[in-house]
């Protein structure tokens, strides 16, 4: 008869310690994995806040202090804080000497400068895009654009986040057509930054009215089943330029309005 511990010769013995970190290595379940749960936490805290950004949930100028955020999302301060150090890298935000941060002020220079780099870059996209849209693109297309007029036309309160929703939605169908991870996150990072400014040029568009917001989507889409790329870029550039052509006009009025008061 074999020795109690000696039933397999040659094997080393495996103490507690050696067998609990095997058992919590790679494809076991265990306490190695948690930092995964923890991670998937703050990710979503983090996409959350950045999809109100995007969609135009927060007005330029708006403090986010962390507790109330944290508060609103039901969840800890922690990845609240990792998430807004995160956005105001990507200069989504912008922080306070408070600790708070807020979104960007809307100023005639930011204005422009993210004009410019929006329809330079999405132009290129829906240059890259061309060839590569078929039938049922268009058809997509189509009816986010229909699904958009039919929500303007029932004028419920959570109108602005669902408009808001599809118009990136048909945006983007278009530049992950044009095949350029590198270019995506790039065009991402804009519509992040101009978020505040596509709330404040819908607040003045139901302010004085105007064209529908689909108008130059219906054209953008004429120009793309037409293979026409310069029309394509030219109602891409309507599009993007609109928005920012009626807060330059509310900056005209707003300087006008000052010069009176001044002058008596």
């Avoid at 169908?173 to 095949?179: E, L």
């Avoid at 709330?199 to 130059?216: M, N, V, Y």
């Amino acid at each position: 008869m074999q020795p109690e511990n000696a039933g397999c010769q040659g094997r080393p013995v495996v103490n507690q310690a050696q067998r609990k970190r095997e058992t919590t290595g790679p494809g076991h379940d265990g306490e190695a994995l948690s930092p995964v749960i923890r991670q998937t936490l703050h990710e979503r805290v983090y996409l959350q806040l950045r999809r109100s950004l995007i969609n135009g949930m927060f007005d330029a100028g708006d403090v986010l202090r962390i507790v109330d955020l944290a508060d609103r999302l039901q969840t800890s301060t922690m990845p609240v804080r990792e998430a807004l150090g995160r956005l105001v890298s990507e200069q989504a935000l912008e922080a306070l000497p408070n600790r708070s941060v807020r979104v960007p002020l809307i100023t005639r220079e930011r204005l422009d400068d993210l004009a410019r780099a929006r329809i330079l870059i999405e132009g290129q996209m829906v240059a890259l895009a061309l060839p590569y849209l078929q039938d049922d693109d268009f058809a997509t297309l189509k009816q986010i654009n229909i699904d958009c007029d039919a929500a303007f036309e029932r004028h419920g309160k959570d109108i602005g986040q669902v408009t808001s929703e599809l118009n990136q939605r048909f945006h983007f169908h278009i530049y992950r057509a044009a095949r350029s991870p590198v270019l995506i996150p790039i065009v991402e990072s804009l519509w992040l930054q101009s978020g505040a400014i596509i709330r404040k040029a819908a607040h003045i568009h139901d302010e004085h009215g105007g064209l529908a917001a689909t108008d130059h989507h219906w054209a953008l889409i004429d120009a793309l089943e037409r293979r026409d790329l310069v029309a394509s870029m030219q109602s891409l550039s309507n599009d993007i330029g609109r928005s920012f052509d009626l807060i330059r006009g509310r900056f005209v009025l707003e300087e006008e309005e000052t010069r009176e008061v001044a002058h008596g």
